[in-house]
């Protein structure tokens, strides 16, 4: 498992992709470590307000290089986009040397590992500055035996429609919102963003195959004294690109409840093969099957996003889904989580 150091002066890179859905890391960083941000590093969109990127950015800089940012005492970079590949864009890479060379530490969620770069890993040493590969998988190998089965805490476990639909903000808002009402609720941090946020957990999309499942089941048993855990989803388990990692975490965990992520207008997946989403009430039936192989379980309710609608139209639509549905609906950040939670059982 990461553990990440307590960093408390964060600096998030962005290069040219500064935005909710293209520097999702970052838009969450700024959501729930906002007070550990002090500042974004994007030369295209230097000087201008970050909440014409980002609204609920706290009114942090957007500045175009390290040097502009020297008098903000940063003790990490954090690579705040989560690309498909993985691979460090070529134009961020001169911000990531030069943090290094200051002796910033540097904090990656990407595919492609920074500490096995020569030039960057030289210039760590030299700097005395230390490089965190978020999805360097763990040194230990467990293959799943259902043990998940054993703890005494719920085991609530977010599922998509899609990849970035809002899986990791949904279980973040419920875990804070059990904690509000005296419950001792914890979250599983399964992604790289998650892992930041918490300070510790694995990303799962980079454990080798057979342990995967075997490396969230780990992560459940830490937490089997709680009274409730949710663990933070992954991809879909329609799409061909990341139908594996969901099913990993569907066994791995042996969660009695799933809550239904999807995103207010989606309706074909965002990576290729770009095919149309199949209708909520067969992936509904599909995560319910394939849970129920190791472990009985049922989509409690759907948080949906509706993050760029109206207030009207998002109304609306959270009505209609539930028709159609038969379940609770609600979006986390617009209504809050009572109504899912109480789905869930927790008052």
């Given at each position: ?62 500045l175009p290089d390290l040097r502009s940012a020297a008098h903000l005492r940063p003790d990490a970079l954090v690579v705040g986009i989560a690309p498909v590949g993985g691979a460090l864009p070529p ?93 001792d609720a914890r979250f599983i941090a399964t992604g790289q963003t998650g892992i930041m946020v918490a300070g510790q957990g694995i990303t799962i999309d980079a454990c080798i195959a057979d342990f ?136």
């Amino acid at each position: 498992m990461h553990t990440l150091p307590e960093y408390h002066r964060l600096l998030l890179l962005t290069e040219g992709r500064l935005g909710v859905y293209t520097s999702k890391t970052a838009a969450v960083l700024l959501r729930y470590r906002a007070s550990d941000v002090v500042g974004v590093l994007d030369a295209t969109a230097a000087g201008r307000n970050i909440q014409e990127f980002i609204p609920w950015a706290p009114p942090v800089p957007i500045l175009p290089d390290l040097r502009s940012a020297a008098h903000l005492r940063p003790d990490a970079l954090v690579v705040g986009i989560a690309p498909v590949g993985g691979a460090l864009p070529p134009e961020m890479r001169p911000a990531v040397l030069a943090a290094l060379q200051a002796g910033i530490d540097v904090i990656s969620g990407l595919h492609s590992f920074l500490a096995d770069d020569p030039e960057l890993a030289e210039a760590a040493r030299r700097g005395s500055a230390r490089l965190f590969d978020l999805r360097r998988p763990p040194p230990t190998r467990v293959v799943a035996s259902a043990q998940a089965l054993t703890t005494r805490c719920r085991r609530v476990l977010t599922v998509g429609s899609d990849c970035n639909v809002g899986k990791m903000v949904t279980a973040l808002e419920l875990t804070l919102a059990a904690r509000q009402r005296g419950r001792d609720a914890r979250f599983i941090a399964t992604g790289q963003t998650g892992i930041m946020v918490a300070g510790q957990g694995i990303t799962i999309d980079a454990c080798i195959a057979d342990f995967a499942a075997g490396a969230v089941e780990q992560m459940v048993l830490q937490s089997a004294d709680a009274d409730i855990c949710f663990i933070e989803g992954q991809g879909s388990i329609a799409h061909p690109g990341f139908s594996g990692v969901t099913l990993a975490l569907l066994h791995g965990a042996c969660p009695q409840d799933l809550v239904l992520v999807h995103q207010l207008g989606r309706t074909r997946y965002k990576a290729p093969p770009h095919a149309s989403l199949p209708p909520l009430k067969q992936l509904i039936a599909a995560y319910e099957q394939l849970a129920g192989f190791v472990c009985p379980a049922r989509v409690a309710a759907v948080a949906l996003n509706t993050l760029g609608h109206a207030e009207q139209e998002a109304r609306a639509a959270v009505r209609e889904l539930e028709d159609e549905l038969g379940l609770p609906v609600a979006d986390p950040l617009r209504d809050g989580c009572r109504r899912l939670l109480a789905a869930l059982g927790v008052a």
